[in-house]
T-cell receptor, first 116, second 119 residues
Framework: DTEVTQTPKHLVMGMTNKKSLKCEQH?????MYWYKQKAKKPPELMFVYSYEKLSINESVPSRFSPECPNSSLLNLHLHALQPEDSALYLCASSQEILGMNTGELFFGEGSRLTVL | AQKITQTQPGMFVQEKEAVTLDCTYDTSDQSYGLFWYKQPSSGEMIFLIYQGSYDEQNATEGRYSLNFQKARKSANLVISASQLGDSAMYFCAMREANDRGSTLGRLYFGRGTQLTVWP
């Protein structure tokens, strides 16, 4: 069983909807990530949080809004999405010591998003 | 230039046989890490094995081993005694230690190799 839990596993939304993806880990990791993965493609980094602060934003459109309310939780708020935003959204976490990533990324099972 | 190259879009192997998945990488850093992940159809990315650039011995984890040839910049994954459950997409990834002064999360992934194990 994965130690990174993502909900919901599947989400269908219209272009005018507002929804959120949630991610939770209890491994004490202080770095958390959102990746986007289209079918048959590798994951693409979207955001990185380090100690609950946004440290990397890979020029992601503002219709995606990340939030890290505490060290265990990571949200991705979705608003006014486009059909091309349909993808698998993967959350991950890793240990971090003094700004250095010290191990592998642990991924969740992902949330499959379909935008109609 | 691509940092990670996986030249095999698909590979087929019979159950109980060994299979090698190719990965080459491109970096000018001295310190870096190489990872292999498995992604079944369920979507989860499962960590398999890690090789640090300064590790002198090839990494092994159960049936997985990494054939690390630093001079050739290759990090091939060897799966011994393939099982039907090994059928999945396999991604090679690299983390550079000096990327923007931080190593946070910036894994460069290859395009992946779809492995099919047949009985």
């Amino acid at each position: 069983d994965t130690e990174v839990t993502q909900t919901p596993k599947h989400l269908v939304m219209g272009m005018t909807n507002k929804k959120s993806l949630k991610c939770e880990q209890h491994m004490g990791h202080r770095a958390m990530y959102w990746y986007k993965q289209k079918a048959k493609k590798p994951p693409e980094l979207m955001f990185v949080y380090s100690y609950e602060k946004l440290s990397i934003n890979e020029s992601v459109p503002s219709r995606f809004s990340p939030e890290c309310p505490n060290s265990s939780l990571l949200n991705l708020h979705l608003h006014a999405l486009q059909p091309e935003d349909s993808a698998l959204y993967l959350c991950a976490s890793s240990q971090e010591i003094l700004g250095m990533n010290t191990g592998e990324l642990f991924f969740g099972e992902g949330s499959r998003l379909t935008v109609l | 230039a691509q940092k990670i190259t996986q030249t095999q879009p698909g590979m087929f192997v019979q159950e109980k046989e060994a299979v090698t998945l190719d990965c080459t990488y491109d970096t000018s850093d001295q310190s870096y890490g190489l990872f292999w992940y498995k992604q079944p159809s369920s979507g989860e990315m499962i960590f398999l094995i890690y090789q640090g650039s300064y590790d002198e011995q090839n990494a092994t984890e159960g049936r997985y081993s990494l054939n690390f040839q630093k001079a050739r910049k290759s990090a091939n994954l060897v799966i011994s005694a393939s099982q039907l459950g090994d059928s999945a997409m396999y991604f090679c990834a690299m983390r550079e230690a000096n990327d923007r002064g931080s190593t946070l999360g910036r894994l460069y992934f290859g395009r992946g190799t779809q492995l099919t194990v047949w009985p």
